[in-house]
């Protein structure tokens, strides 16, 4: 009998995920080995060793890209700029994240609950929500999900895309259940964050197999090839990229694919909803902007305009239903799918502008929207973290550094100048116009504005209201916390105000290899 | 039309039949047997296309695993056994999504398919199927076992507790 033939492995192309896999195999080994308050620094330490070792590989790499050496793995992954700039965002998010993971000072045992499978409300339950320590096994799942992550975004087929996709989101949907607080409504996260996501996994498989069904490839090249050909029926391959594009849209949080978003940014662990927010955004993007303009450049003038009216739906929905929430995770929540409304102008917009521009935005919402999250963690009281919005009234007067700053990140989720968020606005829209969507732009300036209004709501509430019995303490933060906080806080400044160098290594990696 | 068409058709009728059962019937326990018929069918549907591989698999998971999982979960919550009438919804608007999507997937099929011949693939052997798995797709392939142990990690971080 013949030999097997092995296709070409060039295994540093596959290092960076390998380094996370094998970390999280050994974060696993060690929950079965180490007592119980070792557990969390072990696994922490050896998460941010595995990230280092892989950004290390994904810089090596930068400067060796060469067309020849992008394809590898059976022609499952392409190593191209625009890939390594995604792994390397994921890998510095990714870890800036995990800090917020490894936190044990704000409360006793960490966000998360030490044993998930308690009765919510038993007598055990209170015990343990006081006492005991809280799983680390959230090391080894984060990093599950972003060594998927890595691979959604290097994928250079719908089928290896798959199972990148359910690699990175089946270990978000437990993540989400293990809230050491508010237990019920992080459950109810997960299940509701599982059942949609499944739905949508469906959608995205039965578009691999309509787009099969007409290019009889799967990998973006042969699609691209056979879409040019025109041979073959197009309405299998539009009806294709509609169900592809309604998976990827609902990992991204366009409307109308956003209404599991509120709920479970409520619901999740503080620190899952920030590598949430961040790092699921950038892995989604990158697919997406693989699938559209590697697999489907053929279609631009076909999917562009119902692109254009998603896009405008999402800005409109989540900037409108912005306004009217009343719970500070929740209105994040809201702005974070505007964001993702105008990121997906930026997409629209195409050409090297217009993905430069995404790359950008992606990276400088990334850090600002974990700093917004680290600040939520601290504000609590008795009973945990205090989200509500009429708890924050007065936060002004009781720890002004907090409140300075969380004013900063709402003034850059505004996208006031000398922020990151307007350049990276400013970005998008300029491209927009470039690509003639100036009607996009117009729709996206307007719901800027209203945008504005709740984050300037919450501002002055902080600065402009007295502190009553009700506000809450703010925690002192763990050295952790700070460290997320003071890193998002300063790429949100430093990126407003010397955009240059991250612009340059956007626009570097602005190109797809076919 | 040869004796293969008429023999597939005949059997995508008991496939599409027994699942509208599934779907239909107000036994939770019935639901799960028509749910064998369905699958069954479709692993003979595998093998009158020649991939006899694929149809194998689909008796061994589907219908041996999943369906036996699926009634042990009947069996082992308390999940009624008799006729469940609280399952009931208004037929109306479960009629027109289900048959509206479904109709027109098979009207699209029918009209995008309607002269295209496509020869008869070799024989889907388990060799052939193995030699794709461990060529081309290893990759993604391997990464599937990721994904089986983060369920696994995250079944027992779920379910375990200290007594």
């Known amino acids: ?514 | 039309m040869t004796a293969i068409d008429v023999m597939l058709s005949a059997v995508g009728l008991v496939a599409v039949g027994s699942a509208l059962a599934v779907v239909s019937t107000q036994h939770l326990v019935r639901a799960g047997l028509w749910l064998v018929v369905t699958l069954g069918a479709v692993a003979v549907e595998f093998l009158l296309l020649r991939a006899e591989f694929v149809a194998w698999v689909q008796v061994l998971i589907y219908v041996g695993a999943v369906v036996v999982l699926l009634l042990f979960a009947v069996m082992l919550t308390r999940a009624p056994i008799g006729r469940s009438t609280d399952l009931d919804r208004p037929i109306g608007p479960a009629l027109l999504i289900g048959a509206g999507s479904g109709l027109g997937l098979a009207g699209l099929f029918a009209w995008v398919f309607r002269d295209m011949r496509v020869n008869p693939p070799p024989t889907g052997s388990a060799q052939r199927v193995g030699e794709a798995i461990f060529g081309d797709w290893v990759l993604p392939f391997e990464v599937l076992s990721v994904l089986l142990l983060a369920a696994l990690v995250g079944a027992i971080v779920l379910s375990k507790k200290d007594t």
């Open chain 1, 1 to 514: 009998m013949d030999k097997l033939k092995l296709p070409d492995m060039d295994y540093v192309a596959l290092l960076p995920m390998l380094a996370l896999f094998v970390a999280a195999c050994l974060g696993v080994i060690i929950e079965a080995l180490v007592p119980r308050r070792f557990r969390n620094i072990i696994q922490l330490v050896l998460s941010i060793v595995a990230l280092a070792v892989a950004m290390f590989f994904v810089v090596k790499q930068s400067g060796e890209v060469v067309a020849s050496k992008a394809l590898t793995a059976g022609g499952a992954i392409m190593i191209d700029h625009a890939a390594l700039f995604l792994q390397g965002a994921l890998i510095v998010l990714g870890f800036v994240a995990l800090l917020l993971f490894g936190e044990r000072s704000l409360e006793f045992g960490g966000p998360f609950v030490a044993q998930a499978a308690v009765t919510v409300g038993s007598e055990r339950d209170r015990e343990q929500t006081g006492r005991e320590l809280g799983s680390t096994e959230t090391f080894p799942l984060a990093l599950f999900s972003l060594s998927g992550m890595l691979l959604f975004v290097s994928a250079n087929d719908l089928l290896t895309m798959f199972v990148a996709l359910e690699v990175f989101s089946l270990p978000l949907y437990l993540l989400c259940a293990l809230a050491r607080r508010k237990r019920l409504l992080s459950q109810e996260s997960a299940l509701k964050y599982f059942l949609l996501g499944a739905y949508a996994s469906a959608f995205f498989l039965f578009g691999v197999a309509m787009v099969y069904g007409f290019a009889k490839a799967v990998d973006f090249k042969a699609i691209h090839a056979e879409a040019l050909l025109g041979e073959g029926n197009s309405l299998l391959l539009i009806i294709g990229l509609a169900l592809l594009a309604i998976g990827l849209l609902f990992k991204v949080a366009a409307a109308p694919f956003h209404v599991w978003t509120p709920d479970v940014y409520q619901g999740a662990p503080t620190p899952v909803t920030a590598f949430m927010a961040s790092c699921t955004k950038v892995a989604a993007f990158g697919g997406l902007l693989r699938v559209l303009y590697v697999g489907f450049d053929g279609l631009g003038w076909q999917f562009t305009p119902v692109l254009g009216a998603i896009a405008a739906l999402t800005v409109l929905v989540g900037s409108i239903l912005a306004v009217t929430q009343t719970d500070l995770k929740r209105l994040l929540a809201y702005s974070s799918v505007a964001n993702a409304g105008y990121i997906l102008i930026g997409v629209i917009a195409g050409q090297q502008l217009g993905l430069t521009s995404v790359l950008f935005y992606l990276v400088a919402y990334g850090f600002t929207v974990i700093a917004a999250f680290a600040l939520i963690s601290l504000v609590r009281d008795a009973d945990g973290e205090a989200t509500h919005l009429s708890r924050w009234a007065g936060l002004g007067a009781r720890s002004p550094l907090y409140a300075g700053i969380f004013t900063f990140i709402l003034l850059a989720f505004a996208g006031i100048p000398l922020t990151s968020g307007f350049i990276a606005k400013l970005s998008v829209f300029g491209a927009a116009i470039d690509g003639g969507q100036t009607w996009l732009v117009i729709i996206g300036v307007i719901t800027s504005i209203i945008l504005a209004f709740p984050y300037l709501r919450v501002v002055v509430m902080m600065w402009l209201s007295e502190p009553g019995e009700s506000t809450p303490s703010v925690s002192i933060p763990g050295g952790l916390t700070s460290t997320a906080l003071g890193i998002g806080t300063l790429a949100t400044l430093v990126f407003g105000v010397v955009p240059g160098p991250l612009l340059d290594l956007a626009e570097k990696a602005s190109s797809f290899v076919r």
